[in-house]
């Protein structure tokens, strides 16, 4: 992702199938938290098919409906597995990623915040979660490319203005922030990047040949 990236972008690609996989998963958790996000991505599915509708179909290669049907029967002849209780917190997009709970996860320290990373690709993407704790911020940055944060537990506060739970924010280079958590809890995000972010504070330009981020 190199232009500039809106939500509804976002949300018209995702309706459309068109998302690489650590990007879905950020919309989709999104959707799980916000309903506000499931109107409007209801309206997008509506235009979708729409234009589904008015298309010229094609036909089907020949075959193509018997083995379908045939792969319905076998998935109805599987037995049905109870699912595992898992943490209420992790929203429904996560649980197969953070199966036993946030608590759980092999937490990276980071100072004022923890990380872990998630494995979902595909090449290029990097997909973490990030738990900043409360009152306290990451140094100031930028970004090479696109950076999704979904807000999960809490909230926090950059140039932008105040982020709470089911908030979607999109970064990009053109925005240099300092997020804050908020004082009354930690904030815990998921965060799906293309591309390195970059420190821009006087301390931060001389450690970004050591390390990126």
């Not at 944060?149 to 809490?154: F, W």
């Amino acid at each position: 992702m190199t232009t500039e990236l809106t939500r509804d972008d976002l949300l018209l690609s995702h309706a459309a199938g068109r998302l690489p996989a650590a990007i879905a998963l950020a919309v989709d958790t999104h959707l799980a938290l916000s309903g506000e996000a499931r109107v409007r991505f209801a309206t997008c599915l509506a235009l979708g098919g729409v234009l589904l509708e008015e298309a010229e179909p094609e036909p089907l290669t020949p075959g193509a409906w018997e083995r379908l049907e045939r792969k319905l029967e076998r998935e109805k002849a599987l037995p049905r597995r109870e699912p595992e209780p898992v943490d209420p917190r992790v929203p429904r997009p996560l649980r197969r990623l953070v199966p036993r709970g946030f608590d759980a996860l092999p937490w990276r320290n980071l100072g004022p915040a923890q990380e872990v990373a998630l494995p979902i690709g595909p090449p290029g993407y990097r997909a973490r979660l990030l738990r900043l704790e409360a009152g306290r911020s990451v140094p100031r940055h930028t970004h090479e490319g696109h950076e999704l944060t979904v807000v999960i537990e809490g909230g926090f506060t950059d140039v932008r203005g105040h982020h709470v739970r089911g908030d979607l924010v999109i970064a990009d280079p053109s925005v240099e922030h300092r997020p804050v958590a908020d004082r009354d809890g930690d904030c815990l995000c998921l965060v799906v990047t293309d591309a390195p972010l970059r420190l821009t504070g006087p301390i931060g330009r001389l450690l970004n040949p050591l390390f990126r981020i």
